[in-house]
């Protein structure tokens, strides 16, 4: 019997050990009752570092401001009609709060705003199963730009990870949509960044991302970084761009200046001028989906990036390079279909290409400074299979 009850002490230690410590659970809105907190601004006001706050099904007209680590969850329920009902954070009727970024010097008006999380926590910042819907206001006006190239543009999460301690961020089943801006390029999805001298982390994942007129996921760094300064695991997300505006060209993913190779896995992404984007660092870009975008992959100066199992199609250009660095990327079992141009080298030397399927397209190899790697992958129905560097 003593044995017994040791071991069921154990098990109960270790299952408490793999549990989240949250310091308190607070519930914003009225699935409970009474009513403590009717926004999730005034339930963060009052959290001290480890809470939870999980956030009932409805709408709330509010930008969001988290500057300490937090678990924010929001609850499903079903009505009475047996419709699953979710948490929904839309636009207040006048913005009053705006961030700038330190990587371009933009103003954005956020919906949800991460900031000066000084303090390591348990588990970082959590933030998971919400809908930030950037659609009209209460007055029924949609937010916009004040004129083309005029900020501050609409971003539905920014991530700012600057910090004096390293504080691991986790956006997870989130959707962001509607983050247009009567297309002249100000909205975004999710925008992450590090600016400081304090190695950071990210991981964005299980996201759905549509209707956005600039940028669905973006991972940069500021000028003020000391690298490495920020790494980015950004997989497993349905990115869409939905923007009705051609000049916009807007990305799906972008990742720039994030100094720690990270990861861009498994994701699917539908439409706009660019699918993945990555400039300055390398990264790994493997088992994406990319389809009806300009352009499936473009990368530039980021040296040794490895492509590898990606699925390509329906696009302009497969893949675009703009790089010299030695070594440079390498592109490996990629797969193309109906594509205009498969690799477009831009005269980029020292890339590797092997074990690829491309087939139906107008050029495979463009500007490409030697000769072709037509032995090492599998090409069918290419119309000219290389055109030379000038």
């Known amino acids: 019997m003593e044995r017994r009850i040791i071991w069921m002490l154990f098990a109960v230690a270790i299952l408490g050990a793999a549990s989240p410590a949250y310091a308190t659970v607070r519930t914003v809105g009225t699935c409970v009752s009474p009513v403590v907190y009717p926004t999730i601004s005034s339930a963060i006001s009052v959290s001290a570092a480890n809470d939870r706050i999980n956030v009932c099904p409805g709408t709330y007209p509010e930008q969001v401001v988290i500057n300490k680590p937090l678990f924010l969850a929001g609850m499903e329920a079903f009505t009475a009609t047996g419709v699953l009902d979710r948490a929904v954070i839309t636009l207040p009727s006048t913005f009053t709060t705006t961030v700038k970024s330190q990587y371009n010097n933009q103003m954005f008006a956020p919906q949800i705003l991460v900031q000066n999380v000084n303090t390591a926590g348990h588990f970082g910042v959590v933030i998971t199963n919400l809908t930030v819907d950037g659609s009209a206001d209460p007055a029924g006006q949609p937010y916009y730009c004040q004129g083309i190239g005029v900020t501050p543009g609409l971003v539905g999460i920014f991530y700012d990870a600057t910090s004096s301690v390293s504080v691991q961020g986790n956006i997870g089943d989130v959707t962001t949509r509607n983050q247009l801006t009567q297309n002249i390029a100000c ?44 790494t980015a695991t950004i997989r497993s997300n349905d990115v869409h761009s939905g923007s009705a505006c051609p000049a916009c060209l807007p990305y799906g993913i972008d990742t720039e200046d994030t100094e720690t190779p990270g990861t861009i896995e498994s994701n699917i992404i539908t439409g706009g001028g660019y699918g993945i984007m990555n400039g300055s660092s390398p990264i790994s870009i493997i088992n ?103």
């Open 187 to 230: 909205g975004y999805g999710i925008w992450v960044e590090n600016d400081g001298p304090v190695n950071q982390s990210v991981i964005i994942q299980h996201n759905s991302i549509h209707d956005f007129d600039l940028g669905g996921i973006t991972a940069v760094t500021g000028p003020g970084g000391a690298p490495p300064a920020l």
């Open 288 to 390: 994406n989906t990319v389809a009806g975008a300009g352009t499936g992959i473009y990368l530039f100066f980021d040296g040794a990036s490895t492509l590898a199992s990606n699925y390509l199609a329906d696009v302009g250009t497969a893949f675009d390079l703009y790089d010299s660095s030695n070594p440079g990327p390498t592109i490996k079992s990629n797969t193309t279909k109906n594509t205009q141009t498969v690799i477009e080298y831009n005269c980029s030397p020292n890339v590797t290409v092997t074990s690829n399927t491309f087939s139906d397209a107008a050029f495979g190899f463009f500007g490409i400074p030697g000769t072709a790697p037509t032995t090492s992958n599998s090409l069918f129905n290419i119309d000219t299979i290389t055109s030379s560097c000038i």
